[in-house]
C-alpha cells in the first residue's frame, strides 16, 4: 500500500542529518512538502536542494535552536507564512552526553533538559496552534530505549527520554479532542552521530543486548515514524512504539 502524502506540510526538528534527514527524505518521497530545522545553516540549505531536485517538492530550511522558545516562534511563523498550515511534527532534535552521575556536569544536564525536554514542548505547543485551527494533524516525538529501560552512565539522558514519553501519553489524551494524534518512537542503538562516543569493545557489549544482532539504521527509525504519520495509522495515538531490534524482549 503506497503512502500519499500530497498536500500535507511535514517539520522535523534536527532534520538535516540522521533519524531526521531520513525521516524528511521519506515525507518527500511521499509527495509532502518538508521543513527541516537545525543549527546549521549552510547544511540546511544544501539539504533543501536535495528534497527540491531529488523529490519535486517544496522545502524549506529553517536555522533554529530549539532550546530557545523565541527561536522557536520565529521558526514557526517562517513555516507559516512559507506553507499556510502544518500537518506533521517529529520532534526529533536532541542531544545525549553519557557519563556516571557523579562525575557529570550540571551544564550537560541542563542542555539536555533544554533541548531534549524544552524543545519538544515548545515545538509541539506552537504545532498545536496550527493544527487546533484545522482540528487534525499528527505529532511524533523521538524518545530512546533508555527512557523505557534507563542505562547506566545515562541517567540525565534516560531521564529526558523517560520525559518525552510522559509528554507524549498527557498529550496524546489532552489533544484527542483536536483529532491531533500523538505518539512517541523509542530507538534503540542506531547508527547516528550519537553513537560515534561508543569504542568498539562498547559497540560488542551492545550487539550482545540485540535479539537481530545488529544496529539499527536511521532509516529503520523513519519507516515508523511514516507509519505514524500516515493514515495507517489513523486510530493510534499516545503509544510509544519501540525500534530496538528486540532489546526489550
Known amino acids: ?24 527524505k521519506l515525507f518527500a ?18 539539504r533543501v536542494e536535495e528534497l527540491q531536485s531529488n523529490y519535486q517538492v517544496d522545502a524549506l ?10 527561536q522557536v516562534k520565529k521558526a514557526f511563523k517562517q513555516l507559516k507564512n512559507k506553507f499556510g498550515q502544518l500537518d506533521i511534527l517529529v520532534n526529533n532534535a536532541g ?11 550540571i551544564k550537560s544536564f541542563e542542555d539536555m533538559t533544554a533541548i531534549n525536554v524544552n524543545g519538544v514542548l515548545y515545538n509541539q505547543q506552537m504545532a498545536v496552534k496550527l493544527m487546533a485551527r484545522r482540528e487534525q494533524g499528527c505529532i511524533i516525538n523521538i524518545s530512546s530505549i533508555v527512557g523505557r529501560l534507563g542505562a547506566a552512565g545515562q541517567i540525565a539522558y534516560s531521564g529526558t527520554k523517560a520525559a ?36 568498539q569493545a562498547q559497540r560488542d557489549k551492545v550487539l550482545n543486548t540485540i535479539k537481530m544482532n545488529r544496529l539499527g539504521s536511521a532509516d529503520d527509525v523513519a519507516k515508523t515514524v511514516l507509519f505514524l504519520a500516515s493514515d495507517m495509522s489513523s486510530y493510534i495515538t499516545g503509544q510509544v512504539l519501540g525500534v ?6
Open 1 to 24: 500500500m503506497k503512502i500519499d502524502l500530497a498536500g500535507q506540510v511535514a517539520y522535523v526538528t534536527g532534520g538535516n542529518k540522521g533519524i531526521g534527514w531520513a525521516c524528511a
Open 29 to 46: 518521497q511521499c509527495g509532502a512538502s518538508v521543513a527541516i530545522c537545525g543549527r546549521n545553516t549552510e547544511l540546511n540549505a544544501q
Open 61 to 70: 530550511g529553517i536555522e533554529c535552536d530549539v532550546s530557545d522558545a523565541e
Open 95 to 105: 542531544i545525549m552526553h553519557s557519563n556516571l552521575l557523579m562525575f557529570s556536569s
Open 164 to 199: 518525552i514519553i510522559g509528554i507524549t501519553q498527557a498529550s496524546a489524551k489532552e489533544l484527542a479532542e483536536f483529532n491531533i494524534r500523538v505518539n512517541a518512537v523509542a530507538p534503540g542503538f542506531i547508527e547516528t552521530d550519537l553513537l560515534k562516543e561508543f569504542d
Open 244 to 249: 530496538d531490534g528486540g532489546m526489550v524482549v
